[in-house]
């Protein structure tokens, strides 16, 4: 069993930046990869990065050079969003991939761009 926890969400304008933050009940070298999904009003929840426990990331098109993931020596996933467009507006999802037990979600954190 994981529990995740998301943080750092809020309203910005745009060209913005938020840092979000994703606590775990374990560490996060003892998972294997951990996502950052989000959903948009209206629509299904979509890919936007991860990171593995040998520090491999990968970034969905539409963010990458804009949005960095990371993680640090204990428990926290981040994800570092920059030049944020209002077409970033969703709610922003961590997630534990690759344990036998299954894949957990957090329950997200909103991030709104607005003027």
């Known amino acids: 069993q994981v529990q995740l926890v998301e943080s750092g969400g809020g309203l910005v304008q745009p060209g913005g930046s938020l840092r979000l933050s994703c606590a775990a009940s374990?560490?996060?070298?003892?998972?294997?990869?951990m996502e950052w999904q989000r959903q948009a009003p209206g629509k299904g929840r979509e890919f936007v990065a991860s990171?593995?426990?040998?520090?491999?990331t990968t970034y969905a098109d539409s963010v990458k050079g804009r949005f960095a993931i990371s993680r640090d020596n204990a428990n926290t996933v981040f994800l570092q969003m920059n030049s944020l467009k209002p077409d970033d507006t969703a709610v922003y999802y961590c997630?534990?991939?690759?344990?036998?037990?299954?894949?957990?979600w957090g329950q997200g954190t909103q991030v709104t761009v607005s003027s």
């Open positions: 997630r534990a991939v690759g344990l036998a037990s299954g894949t957990y």
């Open positions: 374990r560490t996060i070298s003892s998972l294997p990869r």
């Open positions: 990171i593995t426990s040998s520090d491999t």
